[in-house]
């Protein structure tokens, strides 16, 4: 075995079993939708495709792989030919961007040795880079790759996890306090499961029960004033794969008998509807909260705590002893993958011991969110090829902290309201004035940053009129205060 994971783009078992001479985890796919969906997850580390699916198909697969990865981490693609294309157009698909071509089966040495190239090119990467991105997850992680961390806690989870995914363990509790990876965590059980089928999340602290209802289960023309038409629920558009109800503590208590029922007979009916519909997904809870206090509480039910709590996932926070460790490799994961500023993609390399310690000190109460914002933010501000103490902002709406920072574009020049003034502008700037962005970066909420905005009448070019912007923030924080469905509240750190 030579490389870890490979996707194996065809139909024929064949093309799978020559990648599973030299691969330890093989994914395939049947056809390039497919292939997108697993490559996304599964982080391969080579692409197998087999000719046979179809020459426009593979040029299309190239093609869009191309052009999606045009970075050094892009994933080698090996086209091979069994022989039924009937044509040779092995220098057609090199053209087309392929790193190889093999001829079938019997061109199995050569496909070893890319395998060995492959294996090689890594190795020296991790040798001149100090970290190979890979290094960053657990061995054997494959679907869950994403998933960063190497400590002790990190492991367990990865192993309950993995447990879970094989069973046929159906609700899913996983718990932890905000930004702790619980979604990732979702999605890592769902990847692992049926990485084919939908994976639909809904926040249930973002809606009001009654638009919460219609949106899990859908409702039947006319069953209430502006339903004019039928409409379908996120757990029938989840299939057989996974519905995840995030912040499952704030469902109404109402609903949550509705859920129970689901949980014990498998089917529902739409809001006004008649019909039982079947309900096939894996249903996976999450909550920030003590359940079981919730329940003594009378704000969840107990009966649906109980259904919920069989193997639960238990996500510990940062601060954790046993997930210290995981600080420093995740400020190194953040530093190498962030994509917020292009210009300085690769050069800054590492952080300074003093850069480090600081992270280990710190509280985490945002978690692994946290860290990625502040990470974020040092690569934002650092203007050398090492993260420095100096880039390091906390929490960079503390006054001190802000006026203490050598490396904030000289702030100590001015006043406070200047450099905060100069921060918020840079911030805007950096990331084009995507204000959700540049909330989470300053690490404050986008209702902050439009206060400030306006404080110090900050305008993206000087030739507009000043209160269109405004008038534009305004207008967008409305729209995101009454809309009746967000994915994710904005969240304050
Ligand atoms: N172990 C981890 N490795 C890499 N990224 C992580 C990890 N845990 C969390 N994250 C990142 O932190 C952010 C918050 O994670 P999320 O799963 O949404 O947390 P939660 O649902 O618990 O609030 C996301 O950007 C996620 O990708
Ligand atoms: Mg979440």
Redesign the pocket.
């Known amino acids: 075995m030579v490389l870890n994971r490979i996707v194996a783009v065809s139909r024929e078992s064949e093309v799978q079993q020559l990648a599973r001479r030299i691969g330890s985890e093989i994914f395939a796919a049947d056809n390039i939708a497919e292939a997108f969906d697993i490559i996304r997850t599964a982080n391969p580390d080579l692409i197998i495709i087999d000719a046979n699916i179809g020459l426009c198909d593979v040029r299309q697969f190239l093609d869009i792989h191309l052009t999606q990865n045009k970075n050094p981490e892009n994933v080698p693609v090996v086209v091979i030919d069994c022989g039924q294309t009937g044509t040779d157009s092995s220098g057609e698909f090199l053209r087309m961007g392929a790193c190889d071509y093999i001829n079938g089966p019997r061109d199995y040495h050569r496909l070893e040795l890319i395998a060995a190239q492959i294996k090689n090119k890594s190795q020296t990467e991790t040798e001149n880079s100090g970290k190979n991105l890979k290094d960053f997850f657990a061995e054997d992680c494959a679907a869950a790759a ?4 190497l400590s002790k806690a ?1 492991l367990n989870n990865l192993k309950m996890i993995k447990l879970v995914a094989a069973s046929r363990c159906n609700p899913v509790l996983i718990v ?10 979702a999605k890592a059980i769902h990847n692992i499961r049926h990485p084919r089928e939908p994976f639909v999340a809904v926040n249930c602290a973002a809606l009001t029960a009654n638009l919460l209802e219609s949106e899990l289960f859908g409702h039947a023309k006319g069953s209430f004033t502006s339903a004019d038409s039928e409409k379908t629920g996120l757990m029938e558009l989840a299939g057989s794969g996974t519905i995840f109800l ?1 912040e499952i503590s704030e469902m109404p208590i109402d609903l949550q008998a509705k859920i129970l029922r689901v949980l014990q007979e498998k089917t529902f009916r739409k809001v006004g509807g008649i019909k039982n519909i079947t309900c096939n997904a894996t249903i996976i809870a ?1 909550s ?1 909260r003590n359940l079981q206090k919730e329940a003594q509480a009378n704000r969840f039910r107990l009966d649906l705590y109980y259904r919920l709590n069989i193997c639960p996932v238990i ?1 510990p926070p940062l601060r954790a002893h046993n997930r210290r460790d ?1 600080i420093s490799l ?1 400020a190194q ?1 953040f530093l190498r993958t962030s994509t917020l500023c292009p210009d300085k993609k690769g050069k800054i390399t590492s952080l300074t011991k003093l850069a480090l310690e600081a992270l280990q000190k710190h509280d985490w109460p945002g ?3 946290e860290l ?1 914002n502040v990470i974020e933010r040092a690569i934002l501000l650092e203007t050398t090829d090492k993260i420095g103490l100096g880039s390091i902002l906390i929490n960079p709406t503390d006054c001190n902290e802000l006026a203490a920072t050598p490396s904030a574009g000289h702030v100590r020049e001015f006043s406070l309201a200047k450099a905060e003034q100069q921060l918020i502008g840079r911030a805007l700037k950096e990331t084009g004035w995507q204000k959700t962005h540049a909330a989470a970066l300053l690490g404050i909420t986008r209702a902050t940053l439009y206060a400030k905005v306006k404080q110090y009448n900050l305008k993206k070019n000087s030739n507009s009129d000043p209160t269109d912007e405004l008038t534009e923030a305004e207008n967008e924080l409305q729209t995101e205060e009454f809309s009746s469905f967000s994915p994710e509240p904005a969240e304050v750190i």
Do not use: C, F, Q
């Open positions: 994403s998933i960063v961390g990190i932890g306090e905000t930004g702790t990876g619980k979604e990732l965590a995030d999450s920030n996500i995981d995740l994961y978690n692994v969110r990625r």
